[in-house]
């Protein structure tokens, strides 16, 4: 079942509240995601520990209801 | 044993015993998913040498991997036994240079190129 880019975007703010979170739908089937997320909370974390917060915030359907979201994370300059 | 530690001491076997190992879908001549193909092309381009495990023929291992890195999908790359991370960490690191710089570091041998 697709995902809403609004419901990822909720669930990642929610997790990391400070984040700015940009979400294109890449092939506009509501299936394949980018997503870009700037958070202070990534300071100091290897790139590794970045993505599995977004994951993490995710609970789970990384992998699952959503099949494809392409990440990039970075803290803000 | 039980089996999901089974399945942790095969995949500890192969990540220990390979300096750069590619867990993907299908093979690097035949990728079976865009993301895979990706990252056998950037470790092609670099010029390093890689085993690589198809989950597709190892349902146990295309479940075992996911919860041994903590991570949700496939691709995924070790190096000399650490977690990399899957095909967009790889993508980000090559296009700012230190996925070489950290083979490098690792002591990866590469072909010239």
Redesign the interface.
Known sequence: MPMDASEIEAMIRSALPDASVEITDLAGDGDHYAARVVSAAFAGMPRVRQHQLVYAALGGRMGGALHALQLTTATPD | MSESTEVNARIAEVVGGNDVVLFMKGTPLFPQCG?SSRAVQILEHLGVEFATVDVLRDPEIRDGI?AYS????IPQLYVKGE????S??ML??YEAGELDQFLDEKGVPRAAS
């Open positions: 993301f996911k903590d991570w949700p999908t977690f990399v991370g899957g967009d960490i980000e690191m």
